[in-house]
C-alpha cells in the first residue's frame, strides 16, 4: 500500500493498494486552517511573518516571511567610509550594539593589522559584557511575556535601565553607541566608571537571584518550556545554530573561548551548558538557561576586566586610529560571540578605496531562526510561541 | 504517583516563592526611586522602590557628554565642509562663500584665534534626519560641532527639525557672492596684466558650492 | 593579491597551516576541480573551479573523517564584476572535532549562472543561498525552495549587484526617494 | 440580629413599593447591583488592578488624570465612548452584537442570588447557589457568540478554548461548592451566611469549623480563576498567543461592556467563596468576654460592608495571582482540571460527607 500525500491539506487521503487499485479515503470533513502569526502580533518579536497552516491547536508547518525590517545594510556598506559603517552596526543588532560594533572593528583591524593598546581592549570586554547582560535581560523578561508572566519583564527593564545609562555616561547615547571605533574607542571612560561598575555588580547580583526565583524556577514557566522544541545538537550544528542556541543543545561552543579575540583568553568563565538535570537539553528552557546562567559569567568577567584594567595617565583611545582607514587589498571574515550568537562580517577590500567593494554580515538570529520551519512541526500554538520566544530574535538584525 | 504529588508540591512551592517575591515588591511599593544621575556618587543608594520617572516633570538626567541634538557654533565654524562630507545620512548642508580680502577682519577669528576664510550663509542640519552617531563632531577642526545633551527636541512640524545655523542673511549672501565675483573678475584682470607682463601667478581654485543632497525638503 | 600571498607563504600562522593542512587533502582527493591555495592570514580559501563537483566536494568536507567542516558559519554572495562573474564565497569550521577553518569560493556566469546548491549538505545554506540569490540573482541548482526572502517577492532587480539601477517606482511609491 | 425575621427586610420592603401599580422598588432592587458593579469595577477592578500591579512592578501606575490618576478610569471610559463601534463587514452581525451582552447579562444576572448584607438580597431562592454557578455559565454562549461571530480566526481560537475551560472547571467548582453546600445543609444564599453567624465571630466559618473545608476552598477559588479566564488561566485571551483572543474584533463600549462582565464575575466568584466558606456578611470579629466585638460589627449596614471586603480580598488575590505568575498551556489546563482539581473535589465531597455525618 503507497500513500499518495498530494492531498494531504484537505484531510483526503488516496491510498493506492498493491494490485493497484487507489482507494480515495476521506476523513470527517475537517480542514487545516491557514493563519498568518505577524507582522503584527505580540509575540513575534517585531515583524516576523509565520504563515501557519493548523490542525486546530496543532501547528502542522509554519514557514517564516522575513524582510520587512530590511534596511540595506550590505548596500549600503558600500557607499560609506569604513569608520562610517560603525553606527550602522548599533542599528543591526539594536539589543546588543556593543557587540556588533566590536565585531566589525575586529574584522576590520585583521584587516589593517594594528596593535589595540591594552586599556582599550578591557574598555571594550567591559562594555561588551555589560551590554550582553542587558541583551539577555530583554531576551529573559520578553520571554516571560511570551508565557503570560509580566511582572518578570519589568524587572528586567528596570535593572537594564541601569545598564542603559552606565553605558549612556560613557558613549553618549543609551542604545546606538558608535562607541567603538576602527583601532580604538571614540571615548576614554570617565574617572568614576570603575567604581559605578563595581556596584551595578554588587547591586545586580540578588536581582539575578529574584529573576531566577521569580521566573526560571517557577514550575508554570518550567512546564511549558521543558521539553518544548528540541533540538539535537548535530542538527544545530548543521543549522549553524551559534551562541545560547547552540549552547542550550549542548555543545561547548563559545567564540570567546574556541576562537578568542581581545583579551578573552586571559579571562576566567565558564561556558554555561545545560546538563539535562533541571531541563532537557536542547529545549527551550535549556536556551532560557543558558542566557540566564551567561548572566553570571558576564559579571565574573566584569569583576574580572575590572581587576586588570590598566590605568593609564592621560589616556588617548584614538591613539592608534588611522587617520585614514584604507586596508589594503584582501579578505577577511571576522566574527565575535554576541549575546544572540556568532556575528560575522565577510568584508572584501580592493586596497584603493576606503569604502568596502562587500560587506556581508553574518547575522546570528537570521541563521537561528532558519531552523524555525523544522522546529515548529506538531506543535501547539502557545508552544510555537513558547519556541519563538526562546530563539531570542531581533528582527534588525534578521533581515539587517 | 509520587511525581503527581511531587509536581503539586513544586508547583506550590515555587508559586509561592513567586507570590512573595512580588507582594515584597507591593510592599516596597512606599519607596521611591530618586533621580540622581549614574554620574552621581550616590546613585546606587537610591535605585530602590518604585522606579518610574514621570516625564515632562520629571527626567532622567542626561550625562554631560551626551549626544543628541546637533549644535553649531557658526562664530567658530570655518566653513570646512567636513562635517558633510564625514555625515553617512547627509542630514548637514553647508553653502559657503569665500570671504573677500578686505572682510576677513568683518569675518573675524574663531575663539581658537584662527582667521576664518568662509562666510558659512546656509549651515543646515536636518536634526529629524540625523542620527546622532557623532562622525561629524570627531570630524570638526575647530570643535564648533556638537552634540548637546538636550534629548526632548519634538516638534509638530517636521520643518521645524531642520536648524539654520548660517551666519549671512539671504541678501547679504548675495552682496557677498557679489562683492567675491567682483574681486575675482579685479583678480583676473590683475592676472590677465601679470600674465601679459609675464608673470602667472597660481590661481587658488575658487571653493565649490556644496552639493544640494535630493531630500532637502521636509517632509521626507 | 600576490604580494599578500607571498608574505603569508613565508611566515605561515598556525590557523593558516591547518587550513592549509585541510586542503591538502581536499586537493588530494578532488585534484584540478579545486584552485591552488590562497593562504592570506586573513581568511585563507580555495576555489572550486569545476562548479558541477561542488556538492560532492561539500559532501566530502563534511563527512570525512579528517575534515569535518560540520559548520556552515557564513555564506556570503560577490559580484566580480571584472570577471564578468557573480561567488559565493562559504566559511567552514568544525565544531567540536578540529579546529581548522577554510574558506571555499565558488563562481558562475554573470548571466543566467548557475551554482549546485549545498542546502542538503548544510541546512545553514538554505536561507542563505535564497538570500544569495535575493541579492546577487544567480541560481542555485537543486534548491528546494529558491525564492526571495529579504526583498518583496515582486521586486525587479538584484540590489547588491554592482551594476545594478533601482526601478523607479514599486506599486505606484516613488523608489528613489 | 441573624434571626430569620429580620432577614431580607430592605429588599422586601423595596420591591413591594409601587407608585400607581408600577414597581419602581424592583427596578431599584435590580439597579442596585448593577451601580455597584459599575462604582467597583470603576474603582477597585480598573484602577486598583493597575496600581495593584503597577507596585508589585515597581511601577508608579497611572499618574496623570486627577491626584494619583484616580480619575484615570473616568478618562478610559470617556474615550471609549468616543471610539468608533466598529462591526467588521464579513463579521455575523447578529452574534457580533450579541455576545457582549450575553456575557454581561449573565454575569449581572448572579448578583440576584447575592446577599448584600443581611437585609438586601434580589432574590432569595432556595436554591440561590445553584442559580449562580448555572446563570454564570450563560457566558460560554456569549463568549462561544462573539468569538464566532467576529470572524477572525484568533477570537476563535480564543473561544473555542475559553468553551472548553469554562465548561470543564464548572465541574470541580460545583463539586467543591457542593461541598459547602453539604455543610450548611442548603442552596439559599441567605442560609449559608446564617449558620455561620454567630458570637465567635470566624469561628463559626465553615472554614475554620470543619477540617476538610480549606480543600474545597481552594479547588473551588483555583477553577473559579480558570472560570473568570483570569490568569495563569487566561489562555482564551492570551496576548501574546491570540493577540487579545475572543475580543480581537471589539471596539468602544462593546469592548469595555467585556471588561465590565469580567470583574463582574470576578466580584461574583469572590462573593460566593466568602458566602461559602468565609461567613459572607457575617463579622469575622468574636466577642471577647465583655467585649461585644461581634455584636458591634454584625447589622445591615456592617454585613453589606463584611461582604465587600471579602470580596475585595479574594480580587486582590486573583490580582496578585495574575501579576505573578505565568500562563498554562491549554493541555496543562486540561491536565489540572480533570486530574488534579475533579478528584481532588470528589475526595473532599467524600470527606465532608462523612465529617457531616458522624461529627
Keep these: 500500500m503507497q500513500e499518495l500525500g498530494k492531498a494531504e491539506l484537505n484531510s483526503t487521503r488516496i491510498i493506492r493498494q498493491d494490485d493497484n487499485r487507489v482507494i480515495i479515503e476521506k476523513d470527517l470533513d475537517t480542514e487545516y486552517m491557514v493563519l498568518s502569526m505577524g507582522p503584527q502580533h505580540p509575540s513575534t518579536h517585531g515583524v516576523l511573518r509565520l504563515e501557519c497552516i493548523t490542525d486546530g491547536e496543532v501547528v502542522v508547518e509554519a514557514e517564516p516571511y522575513l524582510g520587512y525590517l530590511h534596511r540595506c545594510f550590505e548596500k549600503y556598506c558600500e557607499k560609506i567610509d569604513y569608520p562610517a559603517i560603525v553606527p550602522y552596526t548599533d542599528r543591526m543588532d539594536y539589543l546588543a550594539g556593543m557587540n556588533t560594533e566590536l565585531a566589525y572593528c575586529i574584522t576590520v583591524e585583521k584587516l589593517l593589522d594594528i596593535e589595540i593598546p591594552r586599556r582599550v581592549e578591557f574598555i571594550r570586554v567591559i562594555t561588551a559584557e555589560l ?56 571615548y576614554d571612560v570617565p574617572a568614576d566608571f570603575k567604581k559605578r561598575v563595581d556596584e551595578f555588580v554588587s547591586y545586580f547580583k540578588p536581582k539575578v537571584v529574584e529573576l531566577r526565583e521569580l521566573l526560571t524556577e517557577n514550575e508554570i514557566f518550567v512546564k511549558r518550556t521543558k521539553g518544548i522544541g528540541i533540538m539535537p545538537a548535530e542538527v544545530a550544528i548543521n543549522y549553524g545554530w551559534s551562541g545560547p542556541m547552540l549552547r542550550g543543545s549542548g555543545v561547548k561552543w563559545d567564540l570567546r573561548r574556541n576562537d578568542p579575540y581581545s583579551i578573552y583568553p586571559e579571562l576566567e568563565f565558564d561556558i554555561p551548558v545545560p546538563d539535562g538535570k533541571f531541563s532537557d537539553v536542547g529545549d527551550s528552557l535549556s536556551r532560557h538557561l543558558v542566557r540566564a546562567l551567561e548572566i553570571d559569567e558576564s559579571l565574573k568577567i566584569i569583576e574580572q576586566c575590572l581587576d586588570k584594567m590598566p590605568e593609564v595617565a592621560g589616556f588617548d583611545p584614538r591613539a592608534v586610529i588611522p587617520k585614514r582607514i584604507r586596508p589594503k587589498a584582501g579578505e577577511v571574515y571576522g566574527r565575535a560571540e554576541n549575546p544572540r550568537g556568532e556575528v560575522g562580517f565577510y568584508i572584501v577590500s580592493d586596497g584603493k578605496s576606503t569604502k568596502p567593494l562587500r560587506c556581508k554580515a553574518r547575522s546570528s538570529c537570521f541563521v537561528n531562526l532558519s531552523a524555525m520551519k523544522d522546529l515548529s512541526k506538531g506543535q501547539l500554538i502557545p508552544d510555537l510561541v513558547a519556541i519563538i520566544g526562546s530563539i531570542d530574535i531581533v528582527l534588525g538584525e534578521v533581515d539587517r | 504517583m509520587s511525581e503527581y504529588f511531587s509536581n503539586i508540591k513544586t508547583a506550590t512551592t515555587t508559586i509561592a516563592t513567586g507570590l512573595t517575591i512580588t507582594l515584597r515588591h507591593f510592599i516596597n511599593a512606599v519607596k521611591r526611586k530618586g533621580d540622581a544621575g549614574i554620574d552621581d556618587a550616590d546613585f546606587f543608594r537610591q535605585v530602590d522602590g518604585l522606579c518610574t520617572l514621570q516625564y515632562p516633570r520629571e527626567v532622567m538626567p542626561t550625562p554631560a557628554n551626551a549626544r543628541y541634538r546637533l549644535y553649531n557654533n557658526i562664530d567658530d565654524c570655518i566653513g570646512c565642509n567636513q562635517c558633510d562630507r564625514a555625515c553617512p545620512v547627509e542630514c548637514i548642508t553647508i553653502e559657503t562663500i569665500k570671504v573677500t580680502a578686505d572682510d576677513l577682519a568683518i569675518c573675524g577669528k574663531t575663539s581658537g584665534g584662527q582667521q576664518k576664510r568662509m562666510w558659512v550663509p546656509v549651515f543646515d542640519i536636518d536634526v529629524a534626519k540625523c542620527m546622532t552617531c557623532g562622525i561629524c563632531v570627531s570630524v570638526c577642526p575647530t570643535e564648533c560641532l556638537v552634540h548637546t545633551p538636550v534629548a526632548d527636541f519634538s516638534e509638530f512640524d517636521v520643518r521645524n527639525m531642520v536648524y539654520h545655523f548660517g551666519n549671512l542673511s539671504k541678501i547679504e549672501a548675495q552682496a557677498k557672492t557679489k562683492k567675491l565675483e567682483e574681486e575675482k573678475a579685479a583678480k583676473a584682470k590683475a592676472a590677465e596684466a601679470a600674465a601679459a607682463s609675464g608673470q602667472a601667478p597660481v590661481p587658488k581654485p575658487a571653493p565649490k558650492p556644496a552639493p544640494k543632497p535630493a531630500g532637502d525638503q521636509a517632509g521626507e | 593579491m600576490d604580494k599578500a600571498m607571498e608574505e603569508a607563504g613565508n611566515i605561515m600562522s598556525a590557523m593558516v597551516q591547518e587550513s592549509k593542512a585541510a586542503y591538502d587533502i581536499i586537493r588530494e582527493r578532488f585534484g584540478e576541480a579545486v584552485s591552488e591555495f590562497d593562504a592570506n592570514p586573513t581568511m585563507p580559501f580555495f576555489e572550486v573551479l569545476d562548479t558541477a563537483r561542488w556538492v560532492d566536494i561539500a559532501l566530502f568536507m563534511r563527512d570525512d573523517a579528517r575534515l569535518k567542516f560540520n559548520c556552515m558559519a557564513c555564506l556570503s554572495g560577490v559580484d566580480y564584476l571584472e570577471e564578468g562573474k557573480l561567488g559565493i564565497v562559504c566559511n567552514f569550521e568544525s565544531i567540536g572535532q578540529y579546529t581548522h577553518r577554510i574558506a571555499v569560493k565558488v563562481k558562475c556566469q554573470r548571466d543566467g549562472g548557475s551554482i549546485p546548491s549545498v542546502s542538503c549538505v548544510w541546512h545553514t545554506a538554505n536561507w542563505h543561498e535564497r538570500e544569495a540569490y535575493d541579492m546577487y540573482g544567480m541560481v542555485f541548482d537543486g534548491h528546494p525552495d529558491l525564492r526571495r526572502i529579504l526583498c518583496p517577492e515582486d521586486w525587479t532587480g538584484f540590489p547588491l549587484r554592482k551594476d545594478y539601477q533601482v526601478q523607479e517606482t514599486y506599486h505606484g511609491i516613488k523608489v528613489p526617494y | 440580629m441573624s434571626s430569620s425575621p429580620s432577614l431580607n427586610t430592605w429588599s422586601d420592603a423595596l420591591s413591594g413599593f409601587t407608585i400607581g401599580g408600577f414597581p419602581l422598588g424592583l427596578i431599584i432592587v435590580a439597579a442596585i447591583p448593577l451601580v455597584f458593579i459599575a462604582l467597583y469595577a470603576l474603582t477597585y477592578g480598573v484602577y486598583g488592578e493597575r496600581k495593584f500591579s503597577a507596585f508589585m512592578q515597581d511601577r508608579l501606575g497611572p499618574m496623570e488624570v486627577g491626584p494619583w490618576g484616580i480619575l484615570q478610569t473616568l478618562a478610559d ?208 470579629l468574636p466577642n471577647i468576654g465583655g467585649l461585644a466585638l461581634n455584636t458591634m460589627t454584625s447589622g445591615p449596614v456592617w454585613g453589606a460592608i463584611w461582604i465587600i471586603l471579602k470580596g475585595f480580598f479574594f480580587i486582590f488575590v486573583q490580582m496578585w495571582l495574575r501579576w505573578t505568575l505565568p500562563r498554562l498551556r491549554v493541555d496543562q489546563l486540561m491536565y489540572l482540571c480533570w486530574k488534579v482539581l475533579t478528584p481532588f473535589a470528589f475526595i473532599a465531597f467524600v470527606l465532608t460527607a462523612v465529617w457531616e455525618i458522624y461529627m
Aim: include cysteine; glycine fraction near 10%.
Design chain 1, 131 to 186: 551590554n550582553r547582560i542587558a541583551s539577555h535581560l530583554v531576551a529573559i523578561g520578553t520571554y516571560g511575556i511570551d508565557l503570560g508572566a509580566f511582572t518578570p519583564f519589568l524587572f528586567c527593564f528596570r535593572d537594564r535601565e541601569i545598564i542603559l545609562n552606565l553605558l549612556e555616561w560613557i558613549s553618549g547615547a543609551r542604545m546606538l553607541y558608535n562607541y567603538v571605533w576602527i583601532g580604538g574607542l571614540s
Design chain 4, 77 to 284: 471610559i470617556l474615550k471609549l465612548l468616543q471610539k468608533e463601534d466598529i462591526v467588521p463587514t464579513v463579521a455575523d452581525k447578529f452574534l457580533f452584537v450579541i455576545g457582549p451582552l450575553i456575557m454581561f447579562v449573565g454575569s449581572f444576572l448572579a448578583f440576584a442570588v447575592l446577599p448584600f448584607g443581611p437585609a438586601f438580597i434580589g432574590a432569595d431562592l432556595n436554591v440561590g447557589l445553584f442559580y449562580a454557578v448555572g446563570i454564570v455559565a450563560l457566558e460560554v454562549v456569549g463568549i462561544l457568540a462573539s468569538g464566532w461571530g467576529s470572524n477572525n480566526k484568533w477570537a476563535l481560537y480564543g473561544a473555542i478554548r475559553s468553551v472548553a475551560q469554562i465548561v470543564s472547571y464548572e465541574i470541580p467548582a460545583s463539586i467543591a461548592l457542593l461541598c459547602g453546600a453539604m455543610m450548611a445543609g442548603s442552596l439559599s444564599m441567605q442560609h449559608f451566611n446564617v449558620v455561620q453567624s454567630g458570637p465567635y465571630g470566624f469561628m463559626h466559618f465553615f472554614l475554620f469549623r470543619n477540617p476538610i473545608a480549606w480543600l474545597p476552598f481552594i479547588i473551588y477559588f483555583i477553577a473559579s480563576l480558570a472560570e473568570n479566564n483570569r490568569a495563569p488561566f487566561d489562555i482564551p485571551e492570551a496576548e501574546s498567543e491570540l493577540v487579545a483572543g475572543f475580543f480581537t474584533e471589539y471596539t468602544g463600549m462593546k469592548f469595555a461592556m467585556f471588561f465590565l462582565a469580567e470583574y463582574g464575575s470576578m466580584f461574583m466568584v469572590s462573593a460566593v467563596l466568602s458566602i461559602v466558606f468565609l461567613g459572607g456578611w457575617a463579622s469575622p
